[in-house]
């Protein structure tokens, strides 16, 4: 059962454009979302994250929007650059007393071409 | 700062074998997880833990076993390595509240044989 699902495995964006990255969810007690760039060998780096409670969060280049009643998140990474070029993971955050269980969807590529 | 550190990095098993990931983190957090990525799979959740002593299970815990003894130190236990465990194993810690993060490690690759 995938709480968390990225439906494009790759996207290719020219350099300059707009990045738009899909993410959608089943659960809607999830009360934290979260964007995670990865490059190879590397451990994943936080982008930007966003409470249930809000509908969009930016942070210089990145914008998250949240629709709750589609239980669906995006990334958008505008302008895009060639450094952006890496996996893209989208996470939901479920916090119990028991524990905050963390739930990663299957990432997509991002290349940006010059 | 260190950050989340984990040990090996690197790491050759035979099957059946058995070994231990360290991970520490210095962030004072209180929920540390334990993942791993396999090619095409994204991130999957083996086992979390809110706090020392406690632990629980994600999607895929088969095989492994978990240790928080302390706050600080989350490991995770292959008893008997199989080649389906072949994988990157990655530790995180979580910061909650206004600026949620997850702090990850740099990874474990581990190869079974």
């Known amino acids: 059962d995938q709480q968390v699902k990225q439906n494009s495995p790759s996207l290719s964006v020219q350099e300059g454009r707009i990045s738009i990255l899909n993410c959608d969810y089943t659960?809607?007690?999830?009360?934290?979302f979260l964007w995670y760039k990865k490059y190879p060998a590397e451990g994943p780096t936080f982008l930007i994250s966003i409470s249930s409670i809000k509908d969009k969060n930016e942070d210089g280049r990145f914008t998250v929007f949240l629709n709750k009643s589609a239980k669906h998140l995006s990334l958008h990474i505008v302008p895009s650059q060639p450094g952006d070029s890496a996996v893209y993971f989208c996470a939901a955050l479920m916090i119990k007393a028991a524990g905050n269980k963390l739930t990663f969807g299957g990432g997509t590529r991002v290349l940006v071409k010059p | 700062n260190a950050g989340v550190t984990q040990t090996p990095k690197f790491q050759v098993l035979k099957t059946g074998q058995s070994m231990t990931l360290q991970c520490a983190q210095d962030?004072?957090?209180?929920?540390m997880y334990w993942y791993r990525q396999d090619p095409g799979m994204g991130l999957r959740l083996i086992y979390y833990s809110a706090s020392e002593g406690t632990t629980d299970k994600g999607e895929v815990p088969n095989g492994y076993n978990v240790s928080r003894l302390n706050k600080r130190e989350f490991s995770l236990r292959l008893e008997s390595a199989a080649p389906s465990q072949t994988s990157v194993y990655f530790c995180?810690?979580?910061?909650?509240?206004?600026?949620?993060?997850?702090?990850f490690g740099q990874g474990t690759r581990l190869t079974v044989v």
């Open positions: 962030m004072n957090h209180n929920s």
């Open positions: 995180a810690s979580l910061l909650s509240g206004l600026n949620t993060e997850a702090f």
């Open positions: 659960n809607s007690m999830f009360d934290y």
